[in-house]
């Protein structure tokens, strides 16, 4: 294939859509900003949003690059054991987000985990955990940033400079001016471009190979076989296309890397602790849940119909790597005018991971490093005024941190290594020490660092060829594990040699130890049962779990 083969005959129509999304985004922003009047209002939203919104925020902050080009790719390299993913690595975390730890998040009133971690343990946590957040937040800022770039590069023909000015100013221009209310109602409405640009490639792609019978005969004709219809055949052993062990699948990924993203990842918490009161913010996680369950429909199908129509896919580089499963489809599918949609709903997903990764680090940058440690009581428009050039700093960051995401042709590969460093060892210390009440401050800390440690070693050792895994992901699942098991034993072996805190100094913030209200500010509208945060969360895992049945 020559250097143009992913090039879009875009016309006038097409251009136009994306410009009108461009200008929405940016009109949104600016009439979030009549709302700001506190640091609250500008980093927490006011705690004022209703929990359809935040919801819909919160599993649109989540369909960045990750999701739409880094599915598709395990789609079409792994087939169905891309539905783990969804149906096991995050549905049921996010259900316990909502029903246990948001309580302890909504209830102590705390404006990021990182605090959560101070109120715990003691500062030196909170500056471990709020410093390696900041950094894991660039760090996937410029994945999506990177991401935007290459397929506006690819498909446009934008020079590289311009697609990555373009999406960051944009990106910056909201969040600056309209805080966290502009980056959540953005979401809200980029969930619905992300869907409406995605669902014509499913639906084309499906009628291109004969539908779902035609896409499953075709899937066993292809180099994945028989195997990349199904999720836990050959689990027994690693002889299957993601050469993962049912061992490393459910504890690794269901367990570790699921709980330590959804539950202690402040760029999602952030949409929840917005939510108006206890109830919406319990049920916030919840309502992502039930289209979390469906969006393997435009991202896992497309790219099993990339794997049986695009010769030569899985390339190492050029043209067809494994990423660009998703343009390919959109050149060879899409007519003018779906095209335009198309597009914009890439640009859409990319602009959201990204806004959801700069309004969390603009938070935690300004609550918890520099009102902390730097610049104590000030007035509250001088905290507004620092997020915001925190906002600006973050993005710059991003900018330079995009061309790290160059060196990895499945980007989710590269993500799923950073969540197994950054988030499976603080998932470990967070969840001891919110069940565990004589887990002591000095434990915290040390299982923090030792357990990041413990998977940055993994990893390294890994790609210097001295430790075999399988695969890249199959690496993360195992590092994943590998840092919890270390933090817990780090934090059972210190804590009895290093004194507790008082009783006084943990309640509200551990299991026992003084009851969170979960009542007291419910309204009526609340009270009737298709509101219950337990039902809806049980109906959400039950369903998770009948999704496995055609594809066991």
């Known amino acids: 294939m ?8 875009l016309n006038v129509l097409d251009y136009g ?9 940016l009109a949104v922003g600016f009439a979030a900003r009549r709302a700001i009047r506190t640091s609250v209002d500008f980093f927490l939203s006011g705690r004022s949003l209703p929990a359809w919104v935040t919801g819909l925020a919160f599993v649109s902050a989540n369909l960045g690059a990750l999701e739409i080009i880094g599915m598709a790719a395990n789609g079409a390299q792994y087939g169905a054991m891309t539905l783990h993913y969804y149906w096991i690595g995050a549905v049921p975390a996010m259900v316990f987000l909502g029903i246990v730890m948001m309580p ?27 410093l390696s957040f900041a950094v894991a937040q660039v760090l996937i800022a410029g994945v999506n940033l990177y991401a935007l770039a290459l397929i506006m590069q690819a498909l446009l023909g934008w020079p590289l400079w311009v697609a990555i000015v373009v999406g960051a100013v944009i990106v910056l221009a909201y969040i600056t001016v309209g805080g966290l209310s502009g980056a959540i109602y953005n979401e809200v409405l980029q969930f619905f471009v992300i869907i409406a640009g995605l669902l014509p490639i499913t639906i084309l792609g ?8 035609g896409l499953m005969e075709a899937v066993r004709e292809s180099k994945l076989g028989e195997a990349g219809l199904h999720t836990w055949q050959d689990t027994g052993t690693t002889a299957n296309p993601l050469g993962a ?19 202690t990842n402040f760029a999602e918490v952030q949409r929840a602790l917005s939510a108006k009161n206890m109830s919406a913010a319990r049920r916030t996680p919840i309502i992502a849940a039930y289209p979390k369950l469906l969006i393997p429909v435009v991202t896992v199908i497309p790219g099993l119909v990339a794997l049986v129509t ?5 390339a190492e580089s050029g043209d067809l790597v494994y990423n660009n499963a998703i343009p390919l489809l959109m050149r060879d599918l899409l007519p003018n005018g779906v095209l335009g949609i198309a597009v914009t709903g890439l640009v859409a997903s990319f602009m959201a991971g990204m806004a959801a990764n700069v309004s969390g680090f603009n938070t935690v940058f300004t609550y918890d490093l520099w009102q902390q440690y730097v610049r104590r009581d000030r007035p509250d428009e001088y905290y507004i005024r620092i997020g915001r050039w925190a906002t600006v700093g973050g993005v710059v960051v991003g900018i330079g941190t995009a061309f790290i995401a160059a060196g990895f042709s499945n980007i ?20 001891i020490g919110m069940f565990w009440r004589r887990m002591s401050a000095a434990a915290g800390f040390l299982s923090l660092l030792l357990g990041t440690l413990a998977a940055l070693a993994t990893y390294v050792l890994y790609k210097a060829g001295v430790v075999h895994f399988n695969s890249d992901l199959e690496e993360s699942f195992w590092g994943a594990g590998i840092a919890f098991v270390t933090a817990a034993v780090v934090a059972i072996a210190v804590t009895p040699f290093t004194s507790k805190k008082r009783d006084q100094d943990l309640r509200g913030l551990v299991y026992g130890m003084g009851a969170v209200d979960v009542q007291g500010d419910l309204l009526r509208s609340d009270a009737v049962w298709w509101r219950s945060p337990v039902i809806l969360g049980l109906i959400a895992v039950a369903l998770s779990l009948l999704l496995y049945v055609p594809f066991f």
């Open 17 to 25: 859509i994306l410009m009108l999304y461009f200008v929405t985004v």
């Open 310 to 314: 695009v010769q030569g896919l899985g």
């Open 412 to 431: 989710m590969n590269y993500i799923q290594a950073l969540f197994s460093m950054f988030n499976a060892p603080l998932f470990a210390t967070f969840i």
């Open 2 to 9: 020559d250097g143009d083969s992913l090039r879009l005959n």
């Open 104 to 130: 302890f998040y909504y209830g102590s009133k705390v404006r990021s985990v990182p605090e959560y971690l101070r109120l715990r343990f003691n500062r030196p946590t909170h500056v471990l955990n709020a």
């Open 206 to 213: 499906l009628v291109k190979v004969g539908g779902v019978s």
């Open 245 to 263: 062990h049912w061992i490393g699948i459910v504890f690794g990924l269901g367990f570790v890397l699921s709980f330590g993203y959804w539950t």
